[in-house]
């Protein structure tokens, strides 16, 4: 089992805050004989505003000295989640959990943009001090 994020339980908090209830903590996939988890999976209870959506969420904290290498690791467990999910559960969407911070910083720059834009990324901005989430991309 991988390593929880340090903004793991905040993200929790910011998703049962905004109406989610957490499934699985992780979301194990399998795949081809391989296992790979992501870190959180939630549902919206059906009459609620998102209508029994299913997610999954990969936190990420951004805390390292380089930012780049953050983006770029991240994008690829992204990439690979959303892979692996359009296979075997379909109907679960994936969103990369990043604290306001780092939205702000190098989500915001061209780099940033660029791979929301290509990658198709889908955000879960959170506020970690707060533990509320600030907005949903897209």
Do not use: C
Not at 53 to 79: C, P, T
Request: aromatic fraction near 10%; proline fraction near 5%.
């Amino acid at each position: 089992m991988p390593k929880k994020d340090i903004y793991h339980k905040t993200v929790i908090n910011a998703l049962t805050r905004d109406g989610w209830v957490i499934t699985d903590d992780p979301l194990h996939l399998a795949y081809g004989g391989r296992n790979l988890y992501v870190d959180l999976g939630a549902t919206q209870p059906i009459g609620a505003e998102k209508d029994g959506h299913i997610i999954a969420v990969e936190v990420k904290s951004f805390i390292s000295a380089s930012d780049v290498y953050e983006l770029e690791h991240s994008i690829g467990q992204y990439r690979v989640y959303r892979n692996i999910l359009t296979e075997i559960e379909p109907q679960r969407v994936i969103y990369l959990a990043i604290p306001l911070y780092s939205y702000k910083g190098i989500f915001q720059e061209p780099l940033g943009q660029l791979m929301i834009r290509q990658e198709q990324l889908k955000l879960i901005v959170f506020d970690e001090r707060q533990e509320v989430i600030v907005q949903w991309i897209p």
